[in-house]
């Protein structure tokens, strides 16, 4: 089945809102024609949502949150719900990206109900998995990646599998400059496809899932060439607007 390119850039913690209204307008010029052959959206920080938000009106271009927490509201100090960033402006949100999970303490219970919250707001989850270094070295790959995947999507109706994205991104590939092989990724989007025919048998061939780890222009088209790799989950490159505009580029080839 055709599955329509999904390139995303998380700019983690970077850009205060007047830099990333540059960025996203250089990248607009650059991408929008891209756009209706590859679906794109940006994450820039929270602080910038509005701002992005606002420069990206009537664009094809979507945003999406970085993170979120799965209560509507209430007495959760520093926290943002998913209302919130619907208000925003947000189409879409990371879950359980790796930094998450390592740094501050997302667990797989914790991505679930974060996965579920976006959900129930008619937000797009972007569900990150992925093993750490020595994880894969010990043979556990598939193992850790499968348990991620199965927690963070337990409970959910085939529709709302079919409306979310999972991101695979090797905890060793980010940041590093280290990319997965094509086959590496392949080899693991294959095993999330099947866990996903296993929970939800109808639209398992309609879920994207991207590939995220040091992703450049010169390494996204092989990447993306490969079966079930959907698209790309983008850090460092995306703030760059002509490399990830290369990306997207990658996705169309
Ligand atoms: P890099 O592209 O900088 O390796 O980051 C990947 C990532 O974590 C995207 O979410």
Redesign the pocket.
């Known amino acids: 089945m055709a599955r329509k390119k999904f390139v995303c850039g998380?700019w983690k913690m970077h850009r205060t809102a007047a830099e990333a209204r540059a960025l996203v307008r250089e990248l607009r010029a650059a991408a929008e024609p891209l756009a209706d052959r590859v679906d794109v959206a940006v994450a820039p920080p929270f602080t910038a949502l509005f701002a992005v938000a606002a420069e990206l009106a009537g664009s094809r271009i979507g945003l999406s949150a970085q993170n979120l927490h799965w209560e509507s509201q209430g007495a959760f100090t520093g926290e943002v719900s998913a209302p919130m960033l619907v208000d925003a402006g947000c189409r879409y949100v990371l879950c359980g990206?790796?930094e998450r999970r390592q740094f501050f303490g997302d667990t797989d219970e914790a991505v679930q109900k974060k996965t579920r919250a976006a959900l129930a707001a008619g937000l797009h989850p972007v569900v990150?998995v992925g093993e750490t270094l020595p994880e894969r070295e010990s043979g556990r790959t598939l193992e850790v990646v499968g348990r991620q995947v199965r927690a963070a999507l337990s409970g959910l109706t085939p529709a709302q599998v079919g409306s979310l994205t999972v991101a695979y991104?090797p905890v060793w590939?980010?940041?590093t400059g280290k990319t997965a092989t094509s086959a590496q990724a392949q080899e693991v989007h294959a095993a999330i496809r099947a866990i996903l025919r296993e929970l939800a048998q109808g639209v398992a061939d309609s879920v994207r899932i991207l590939y995220?780890?040091?992703?450049k222009p010169d390494n996204a088209a092989e990447l993306l060439s490969q079966p079930d790799v959907d698209g790309a989950?983008?850090?460092?490159?995306s703030l760059k607007a002509a490399d990830f505009t290369g990306i997207i580029q990658g996705a169309i080839r």
């Open positions: 998380n990206h790796s990150c991104e590939a980010i940041g995220g780890g040091s992703v989950l983008v850090g460092g490159a």
